[in-house]
């Protein structure tokens, strides 16, 4: 085999380069997310566990854009500027290699060179494009992106704990990604690769997602798992190994029972915790206690509760559900005022109670009980598994536990709370 066949089957083997590069723990599986970053014209996203060496394989790509695709230049994010020198780093070792530098030369006929080189920034002699841009841009996710412009834009592991646990820090995450649209160019693409740390992160933000979790790649052993899970909180397990989103350290609702047949919630009661705007969201629950479980149905909405209210009515006929209850403490009757003049029966009460103390009494401790049934929103049980004292949003959880309240009595007298509903 000459030294050009040598070079192209590396080339075209990114995880047989990079065991030549001394990244010997990489797999086939490495193989199809690197072929796939470097062959895909569309935008792709790549979640895998934390330890998976999706960083290790996205410096190879790069190393590789930089001679194959050498008329286009690429902008790299990271969450900190600290973060992107050290992508950099990476990738202009790789360039430095012996194995890629001979591989240059056989493939392009002369040695790859830096022409400019600093902690953000590479461009080597290889670069073909007439614009002024550096061939590859590194920037932190709080840096300016005006007037910048790529034809492959990358992100890595734009999301982080702070966004798990900071809205705001959400929200600037997101903004960035979206201003990425505007800085690819047409044609362009963008490559992601991450962990989801948030139901509402970035991530929900990005196409074409391909997900690994610690179960999938067989990167990691049972012993090596188990070790893992004994060092860190079962939140942070969750994140970074089982791309899961559970509530934040004192977990109160886990394991939830799905997928019941909705035939036992039919002819239930129902509960609405209405949203009258901002960032609330409104939840309406119906729910059937029977031979001492909860059978439940819920919705949830991110919109005022006017937008949502011909569906929950659309809802409580589909289920043959009776009155609909809902507390009076913010609107003043207007929801039952609202909902009587379409025909429904509704039972309207003054909330006197903690909202935190009513969720833990009566969900938590009905909670081994709580049986979901098919068609719940998925949005509704993770709000209710993601729950905590200090959770951003609490619609579905406090919906569900004003009907288990309703519906609880200590000897199972289902009656208890029949007053409410006339």
């Known amino acids: 085999m000459t030294l050009k066949n040598t070079a192209e089957y590396l080339f075209t083997h990114p995880a047989t380069l990079g065991k030549y590069l001394g990244y010997n723990d990489l797999t086939e599986l490495h193989e199809r997310w690197m072929l796939e970053m470097l062959g895909n014209t569309e935008d792709f996203t790549l979640q895998a566990h934390r330890g998976s060496y999706k960083t290790t394989c996205l410096c190879i790509v790069i190393a590789l854009l930089l001679i194959e695709q050498r008329e286009k230049n690429i902008i790299f994010l990271r969450k900190t500027d600290t973060d992107v020198v050290e992508v950099v780093k990476n990738v202009k070792r790789i360039i430095g290699s012996d194995v890629f530098q001979q591989c240059c030369k056989a493939l392009t006929g002369v040695p790859l060179t830096l022409i400019k080189d600093s902690g953000t920034e590479l461009t ?79 991530f929900t933000l990005m196409p074409n997602i391909q997900r690994y979790d610690c179960y999938s790649t067989g990167l990691i052993d049972e012993k090596q798992l188990a070790a893992l899970k004994q060092s860190m909180t079962a939140s942070l397990f969750a994140a970074n190994y089982e791309l899961k989103h559970i509530a934040d350290e004192d977990v109160l609702f886990d394991n939830p029972v ?12 129902c509960h609405i915790d209405a949203a009258y705007g901002g960032d609330d969201y409104t939840a309406f629950t119906i729910c059937r206690k029977y031979e001492g479980k909860y059978y439940v149905f819920g919705k949830l909405w991110h919109k005022h509760v006017d937008d949502c209210t011909e569906e929950i009515i659309r809802w409580r ?91 609880w009595s200590k000897k199972g007298d289902d009656q208890k709370y029949q007053s409410l509903f006339g």
């Open 124 to 202: 080597t002699n290889a670069y073909s494009a007439p614009s002024g841009a550096p061939q590859l841009l590194g920037i932190g996710i709080g840096g300016s992106l005006t007037g910048k412009h790529a034809d492959i834009v990358i992100t890595d592991d734009i999301v982080n704990l702070k966004d798990r646990r900071s809205k705001a820090d959400r929200e600037t995450t997101k903004a960035a990604y979206m201003e990425l649209q505007n800085i690819k160019n047409r044609d362009g693409r963008i490559i992601n690769t991450g962990t989801p740390w948030h139901p509402e992160d970035a």
């Open 258 to 269: 799905l997928n019941a047949d909705p035939a036992m919630a039919e002819q239930g009661t």
């Open 317 to 407: 006929k589909a289920f043959n559900a009776g009155r609909i209850a809902m507390e009076t403490n913010g609107d003043k009757g207007y929801l039952a005022k609202a909902l009587r003049s379409k025909g429904e029966r509704t039972s309207p009460y003054p909330e006197k109670m903690n909202k935190f103390l009513k969720i833990t009494s009566y969900l938590k401790g009905e909670w081994q009980n709580v049986v979901f049934v098919a068609g719940t929103d998925d949005a509704y049980i993770n709000q209710i598994c993601e729950y905590n004292e200090n959770a951003e949003h609490d619609d579905a959880p406090d919906s569900l536990a004003s009907m288990i309240r309703m519906l």
